[in-house]
């Protein structure tokens, strides 16, 4: 029931205050007691044996779907990313390999919503923070050529709102503030 805190962090190949953190846990909730500063004793009424046996196989079932999971949308990112490939190296179809607004509008998931069309450079990089509970920010980095961004609000269908929502306009022109990130590469970030 007692353990050498500086043995465990040597057996799981881990930092020091990790272990310690978890054990502030399991004494807060009363699993445990320490003993010294080095050491901790179990004292929970379960036995720890039954309590990591349960949770081990728990725990083995878990990262078997997760796997499954994995392995499953990896395959359909592999198959998305070969057909893409299969269109645009076609130079038959290159031509035709565009979306229009009205193609957009029609799609229910994009009613009363605002979308942004972004064209950009090879490499470029989207990065999407956690939004906040008033805007969600996105940032574009492109270092090789410029980044063209538009947006259009679709609308449900009704006449007032879709004569606004007919075409694609810059981001400036519309409602989503942008501002210039100076770095290394060019930036930009827009709140909306």
């Avoid at 029931?1 to 272990?19: E, F, H, I, P």
């Avoid at 990313?81 to 509008?105: G, P, R, W």
Wanted: some cysteine.
């Amino acid at each position: 029931g007692s353990a050498d805190l500086r043995q465990v962090t040597t057996s799981l190949q881990t930092r020091k205050r990790r272990v310690y953190d978890i054990t502030n846990v399991l004494d807060g909730i009363n699993l445990i007691e320490k003993q010294s500063a080095n050491k901790i004793k179990w004292i929970a009424r379960t036995p720890i044996s039954s309590f990591l046996w349960k949770n081990q196989e728990k725990f083995q079932r878990e990262m078997q779907n997760l796997k499954l999971v994995e392995d499953t949308l990896d395959t359909l990112i592999k198959s998305c990313a070969q057909q893409l490939f299969a269109i645009t190296d076609n130079l038959e179809n290159s031509a035709m390999a565009y979306v229009t607004h009205k193609d957009i509008s029609q799609l229910g998931a994009f009613q009363e919503q605002t979308v942004i069309v972004v064209k950009a450079p090879e490499e470029s990089k989207l990065e999407i923070p956690a939004p906040t509970e008033d805007s969600i920010q996105v940032h574009l980095i492109g270092e090789k050529g410029p980044i063209m961004a538009l947006t259009s609000e679709i609308s449900s269908g009704d006449a007032a709102s879709e004569e606004k929502s007919r075409c694609f306009v810059t981001l400036e022109e519309g409602r989503i503030k942008t501002a210039t990130l100076h770095t290394e590469a060019t930036e930009c970030t827009a709140t909306g």
